[in-house]
């Protein structure tokens, strides 16, 4: 795990973006951020992207008000309707367009974090384990990684 003082650091860059955009790929939350652009992807398309992506494939939870929105364990619960694909991607679609802006951080010990979001809401990377990625912070304009996973610093010292 990186210490969290750069953890807080990488997620500092985050302050007062606006969160715009979610979707899941794989069972994995991705998420936009910051100012809006069009690029040409991969596959030569012209697709809209944040400044910034947080991919997150660890366990998390979105709240508000004390009440849970939807948590990471919800994206493979199917829809009671047959219709979508998952719960998450039934929310996903219905939540956004709804703008939200990054306002306040907290990082405790074990490297969860807490993002206070506008409109009441807080999205939480929870670690639950010892040996996987959580999430990563992918700047799009430089295409850095910042990727807090499991033992990492250990590694890196072998």
């Known amino acids: 795990m990186h210490e969290i003082s750069l953890i807080q650091q990488k997620l500092a860059t985050l302050l007062s973006q606006e969160l715009w955009e979610g979707f899941d790929v794989a069972g994995i939350l991705c998420l936009r951020i910051g100012a809006k652009r069009m690029v040409i992807n991969r596959k030569q398309e012209e697709v809209e992207i944040g400044r910034y992506s947080l991919h997150i494939s660890g366990a998390w939870r979105l709240w508000q008000h004390q009440r849970i929105i939807i948590g990471s364990s919800d994206w493979s619960q199917p829809d009671p309707a047959g219709i979508e694909r998952s719960a998450l991607h039934s929310f996903l679609s219905?939540?956004?367009?709804?703008?939200?802006?990054?306002?306040?951080?907290?990082?405790?010990?074990?490297?969860?974090?807490?993002?206070?979001?506008?409109?009441?809401?807080?999205?939480?990377?929870?670690?639950?384990?010892?040996?996987?990625?959580?999430?990563?912070?992918?700047?799009?304009?430089?295409?850095?990684?910042?990727?807090?996973?499991?033992?990492?610093?250990?590694e890196d010292c072998a």
């Not at 384990?129 to 959580?134: G, I, L, R, V, W």
Request: glycine share 4%; with cysteine.
């Open 94 to 154: 219905n939540f956004w367009p709804q703008s939200l802006f990054i306002r306040s951080m907290q990082i405790n010990r074990i490297g969860d974090v807490k993002l206070h979001l506008s409109k009441g809401y807080c999205l939480e990377l929870l670690i639950s384990s010892t040996n996987k990625e959580y999430w990563r912070l992918i700047d799009d304009d430089t295409d850095e990684h910042f990727i807090v996973e499991a033992h990492d610093d250990e």
